[in-house]
Structure formats: C-alpha cells, structure tokens
C-alpha cells in the first residue's frame, strides 16, 4: 500500500476488539506531505494521526522521498516515490515464496 492507501486499514479490528495496526510498524502519506499540497483541509482524517492513535508504529521520512515499511506480510510506502521500492520488495518477497 502506497501513499493514502494504508486508510484501509484504519477501523479494521482483529476477532480480540484490537485494532489490526496496534503494534505494526506502517507508513503512509504523512502529515506534512499532506500540507505541503494542500490537501489536508480536505480530507476527512489525517491518516498518519489515525494510524497512530490506533497503536501503529508509524515511521517516516523527508517529504517526498521513498519510504517502505515492511512488517510480516504488510508492506506499506510513504509516499508515490515509495511506488517502484515497494514492488521490488513485494517482487523479492514473492520469489521467496517460490523457492
């Protein structure tokens, strides 16, 4: 998941009542990404402050630079640079799984 993509994930709770994220380290478009293009007025919740407050361990970088998180299965980018170094981990993690 790239970018905005990590909202998904936001009220998903696992069969415990504990949100999915509680614990996992995750990245998504951070606040000041968000800022920086005007964009967070817009929107109806700030995805780095939700992921937080529902217990992720969420990490990033310098706007704009390409940032992936990978925790278990979940694979997750900052921002549309993250894009191309995400697929490559999601490509080398799949030919794991065939060897």
Same mark, same amino acid.
């Given at each position: 998941m790239v970018c905005h993509a990590p909202a998904i =994930?936001?009220?998903v709770k696992k069969s415990d009542g504990e949100y999915l994220v509680k614990g =996992?380290?995750?990245t998504g478009f951070k606040n000041d990404e968000d800022t920086e293009v005007e964009l967070l007025h817009h929107l109806l919740f700030s995805l780095e402050n939700e992921l937080k407050g529902r217990g992720a361990h969420y990490s990033s970088i310098a706007n704009w630079q390409p940032h992936v998180v990978v925790d278990g299965a979940l694979m997750s980018g900052q921002?549309?640079?993250s894009a191309v170094p995400l697929a490559e981990a999601l490509s080398v993690r799949l030919k794991g799984l065939n060897s």
């Amino acid at each position: 998941m790239v970018c905005h993509a990590p909202a998904i =994930l936001r009220d998903v709770k696992k069969s415990d009542g504990e949100y999915l994220v509680k614990g =996992l380290k995750v990245t998504g478009f951070k606040n000041d990404e968000d800022t920086e293009v005007e964009l967070l007025h817009h929107l109806l919740f700030s995805l780095e402050n939700e992921l937080k407050g529902r217990g992720a361990h969420y990490s990033s970088i310098a706007n704009w630079q390409p940032h992936v998180v990978v925790d278990g299965a979940l694979m997750s980018g900052q921002s549309p640079a993250s894009a191309v170094p995400l697929a490559e981990a999601l490509s080398v993690r799949l030919k794991g799984l065939n060897s």
